[in-house]
């Protein structure tokens, strides 16, 4: 699969309640222009969120998005959502009144992926993304009658079953217990091993950003900037030895020392 998200010379700036205006990112350039899992770190505040809504094609009324610079997909400006995007939050959004199931398929509902998958295929995804994250048991329960990490699984099945393109990931497991997360992370490494495609994955944790990345881009405090941005070798899953080695300890610090360098860390953590 194909894919090319490509960020260039991206201002953003919003307007001061006082007057004037407040840059939050400042000439920024990322391309992304195979399947990985790109993680973007940085600390509290420095545009990580406004960065991936550029990429979702989301856009605030009343203000120019971005300020200046360009954000293309596939070569074309990226100027509203976009067919092959989807986009996960921290808060899960499950409909309260839907089954699992039926939050699951709810985007084949509507006009673009109805008519894009048949229903013969619709429902055969639908019942493979429910094995693929533990909840074949649970198809029939409303969303009040779950934990929060299972509510977060229906939410990521949600994106998933449409076999998208380009995933975008805004600090989707940040809300969970340890241990949930950590089975969040195992989750998502699987299913973008049977289905690859661009994500792009905001988060607040060196730790995750290790572990998951085929790539790991730091940015500045505000505003922001590309401080850092390398590739990470080793093979998923990553092991407990891998992670505390001496190497990985390495990354870790220049993560970290980006960050105190540029005004950081703000709410960056290291969860190991």
């Known amino acids: 699969m194909t894919v090319s998200i490509h960020l260039d010379d991206i201002v953003q700036e919003y307007p001061r309640p006082g007057g004037g205006l407040n840059r939050v990112i400042d000439e920024l350039t990322l391309h992304i222009d195979a399947p990985e899992i790109v993680m973007l770190l940085g600390p509290s505040g420095c545009g990580k969120s406004t960065l991936l809504r550029m990429m979702g094609g989301m856009r605030p009324y009343g203000v120019q998005t971005p300020t200046s610079g360009s954000v293309s997909i596939d070569g074309e400006p990226c100027l509203g959502p976009h067919d092959d995007t989807v986009m ?55 969303p009040w009658q779950l934990s929060g990490g299972q509510n977060q699984r229906v939410a990521l099945a949600r994106a998933l079953v449409l076999k998208p393109r380009i995933l975008l990931m805004d600090e989707p497991f940040g809300a969970l217990d340890a241990q949930t997360r950590e089975e969040m992370q195992a989750l998502l490494v699987e299913l973008f091993q049977e289905n690859p495609c ?28 590309v401080v850092d941005d390398f590739l990470i070798p080793e093979a998923r899953p990553r092991s407990h030895a891998w992670q505390r080695s001496t190497a990985t300890l390495a990354l870790e610090e220049r993560i970290l020392g980006h960050l105190h360098a540029s005004g950081g860390p703000g709410q960056v953590r290291v969860t190991v």
């Open 88 to 142: 996960v939050f921290q808060q899960y959004a499950n409909r309260p009144d839907l089954t699992v199931r039926s939050n699951i398929s709810f985007p084949f509902r509507l006009g673009l992926w109805r008519r894009r998958v048949p229903v013969a295929e619709q429902r055969r995804r639908v019942d493979r993304i429910l094995e693929a994250v533990g909840l074949a048991d649970k198809a029939e329960l409303r």
């Open 198 to 225: 661009a994500v792009v994955f905001v988060t607040h944790d060196v730790t995750e950003a290790l572990l998951l990345a085929d790539r790991v881009v730091v940015l500045s405090a505000g505003p922001a900037k």
